[in-house]
């Protein structure tokens, strides 16, 4: 058994409901050509400005020190069309949220009010101002409280706020999602399933949704279904390191350990900051016998993520890695 593998994938990707410290790096392409000049750049929660700056002069800006949360980068530059981008940090999966802008033009005559979605935008991304128009104040509340509940780690209360705003609002997907990834906390993963499965009903082009049933359907060792809803997933966004990091882990379980091990160098490029691509290519290693190998990646990943919460357990494996050949190390428990 891969030792460290049901502690990796023991978490997926909740909206707005994990702690921890991340950021938001960026960077601005006009779509007529090259980039030119610096842009002043908004970061808002829930309508209310936290930070803002400028980009530098190719475009590239960040935010950092910031928690798991629903946030928008907004630009309202006279030159081109208004941005309102959702960048949502979930710490649990990275500690840095890539946001890529392509800058509209206006037109040069025409004076028309902000439309209420930007143009520039996904538009199958519902904005914060959007799902609060649309959904009773009540829900919201519930969402709210939610949130705060997983933040603080009470996990418990904030499934009870989940529950109640689905039953005020049964098409709140946010609140399905984050109520499956509580589920899936308490390794329930029946019922994290069916709220997965709700999210993807109602918004079918949430990328995240399908890499979250995946997620649980590899818990499950569903890894038929598994690999059915990565591939949606990666359809529609194919750069994800999280997809490829899902990837990776269905090449182990079906023993194509050089697609196994690709897939997860990939993620790793992708988010260099996401440690769980890094543990998985250790999982893989130990499965060939590279011991070696397995802990040159552990002094790497101990070195460049001292502080992980996965910290202890790469310092015990590799500690056993280093004692005399005679003392083979135990496999951690799963």
């Not at 410290?21 to 000049?37: K, L, Q, R, Y």
């Not at 208004?82 to 649990?92: E, F, H, I, M």
């Not at 109602?202 to 399908?210: E, R, V």
């Not at 250790?282 to 460049?304: P, S």
Request: net charge negative; aromatic share 8%.
């Amino acid at each position: 058994m891969l030792g460290l593998l049901a502690a990796l994938l023991g978490s997926t990707s909740p909206l707005w409901a994990q702690g921890g410290v991340g950021s938001i790096v960026g960077e601005v392409h006009a779509g007529t050509g090259d980039f030119s000049g610096r842009v002043f750049i908004e970061l808002q929660l829930r309508h209310a400005t936290l930070d803002s700056i400028y980009s530098d002069d190719e475009g590239k800006f960040g935010f950092y020190s910031l928690g798991s949360n629903p946030y928008h980068v907004v630009i309202n530059d006279e030159r081109f069309q208004p941005v309102d981008q959702l960048a949502a940090v979930n710490t649990s999966i990275s500690a840095v949220t890539i946001v890529r802008i392509t800058l509209v033009p206006r037109e040069p005559v025409k004076k028309e009010p902000l439309p209420d979605r930007p143009q520039g935008s996904n538009p199958d991304l519902v904005a914060t101002a959007e799902y609060r128009r649309r959904f009773p104040k009540a829900a919201i509340k519930e969402f709210d409280r939610g949130v705060k509940a997983d933040n603080d780690q009470r996990h418990d209360e904030a499934i009870q706020h989940y529950q109640k705003a689905i039953a005020l609002a049964p098409e709140f997907y946010p609140a399905h999602n984050n109520l499956g990834s509580d589920y899936v906390s308490r390794s329930d993963f029946e019922a994290a399933k069916g709220q997965f499965e709700e999210v993807i009903k109602l918004n079918q082009s949430d990328a995240a949704a399908y890499f979250n049933l995946s997620n649980v359907c590899l818990l499950m060792h569903d890894f038929e279904d598994a690999q059915k809803f990565l591939d949606e997933g990666m359809r529609r966004e194919p750069e994800s390191a999280l997809g490829h990091f899902l990837l990776g882990s269905l090449k182990i379980h079906s023993g194509e350990h050089a697609a196994a091990e690709a897939a997860l160098r990939q993620a790793m490029q992708l988010s260099p900051t996401m440690v769980q691509p890094r543990l998985q290519l250790v999982n893989l290693m130990l499965e060939e016998g590279r011991r070696e190998d397995a802990a040159a990646q552990l002094r790497d990943f101990l070195q460049a993520f001292p502080e992980s919460s996965f910290s202890p357990q790469a310092r015990q494996l590799l500690k056993r890695l280093e004692a005399p050949a005679q003392a083979s190390p135990a496999p951690l428990p799963n």
